[in-house]
C-alpha cells in the first residue's frame, strides 16, 4: 500500500530563516511525486513535480529513494510563504491512485 | 482560459438522502478526478475519469460513483448518506494523468 507521511502538523518559522517542510513515503514502485500548496482563501495549487526538477518560487525538493523522502527546501522563508502544504504521491503506470498526505501549516513571522 | 468550477458551494443533506456534486473542467483537459477530504486531513482520492472512463478508484464504497460527460464536466453521486460522509469535495482536472489543477470545492454536511 502506498502511504505519504507529513511529521509536522505546523511549522513556524521567521521572516529569513530556512524552510524545510519533511514528507516521506511508502510505495514499492518508482512514485510520481508532488508538493501542492494551498494559500489563505485560495484553491489547492500544484507547487512543484519532482520530475520537473524545477525551483517554483524558491521552493526546491530532492527526491531520496534510499531514504524514501521528499523534503521540500527555501532557504529564506517569505511571510507570502505562509500557507498550508501537502506532500502528495502518484504510482507511475498502471492504475492511477494518488495519496496524499495530511499537510503541513507553515507560518512564517515577521 | 476558464478554471475548474464547482457546484454547489455548499449544501446540507440528512443522512439517508443522496446527493450529486458538479464539477466543470478546464478548458482543453480531459480528465477530471474527485476527492474527499475531511477536516483537518488530506484530500483522500475517490475516482478518476479519462474520456468519460473510470480510470482509477481509491478506497470508497460503490455508493460513491460518477460520471463524466463528452464535453469533460462531471457528477459525483453519493446514495445513502452517512454522517462520516460530510467533508469538502474537490473536484480536478488534467490534461495529463498528473498536473492537476483543483476547483474550489464543495462543502457537504450530513445530519
Redesign the interface.
Known amino acids: 500500500a502506498q502511504r ?1 507521511t ?1 511529521p509536522e502538523k505546523l511549522l513556524s518559522v521567521f521572516k529569513g530563516a530556512p524552510v524545510e517542510l519533511k514528507c516521506n513515503y511508502s510505495y514499492s514502485g518508482s512514485p ?1 511525486l ?1 508538493w501542492y500548496v494551498q494559500y489563505s482563501r485560495q ?4 507547487l512543484l ?1 519532482h520530475i520537473s526538477r524545477e525551483s517554483i518560487k524558491g521552493f526546491t525538493a530532492d527526491l531520496n529513494k534510499g531514504e524514501t523522502s521528499f523534503h521540500l527546501k527555501k532557504p529564506f522563508a517569505q511571510e507570502e510563504d505562509s500557507a498550508m502544504y ?1 506532500c ?1 504521491l ?1 504510482g507511475s503506470g498502471g ?9 503541513t501549516s507553515l507560518i512564517v513571522h515577521p | 482560459e476558464t478554471g ?1 468550477t464547482q457546484s454547489p458551494t455548499h449544501l446540507i443533506k440528512t443522512r439517508g438522502q443522496q446527493v450529486t456534486l458538479r464539477c466543470s473542467s478546464q478548458s482543453g483537459h480531459n480528465t477530471v ?1 474527485w ?1 474527499q477530504q475531511a477536516l ?6 475517490i475516482f ?1 475519469y479519462y474520456r468519460e472512463e473510470e ?4 478506497n470508497f464504497p460503490p455508493r460513491f460513483s460518477g460520471l463524466q460527460f463528452p464535453n469533460y464536466s462531471s457528477e459525483l453521486n453519493v446514495n445513502a448518506l452517512e454522517l462520516d460522509d460530510s467533508a469538502l469535495y ?1 473536484c ?1 482536472s488534467s490534461r495529463d ?9 464543495t462543502r457537504l454536511t450530513v445530519t
Open positions: 505519504v507529513q510520481e508532488f484553491r489547492l495549487q500544484l513535480r501537502y502528495a502518484a492504475s492511477y491512485i494518488p495519496t496524499f498526505g495530511r499537510g | 475548474v478526478s476527492y483537518g486531513q488530506g484530500p483522500q482520492f478518476q480510470n482509477g478508484r481509491g474537490l480536478a494523468l498528473y498536473e492537476q489543477y483543483f476547483g474550489p470545492g
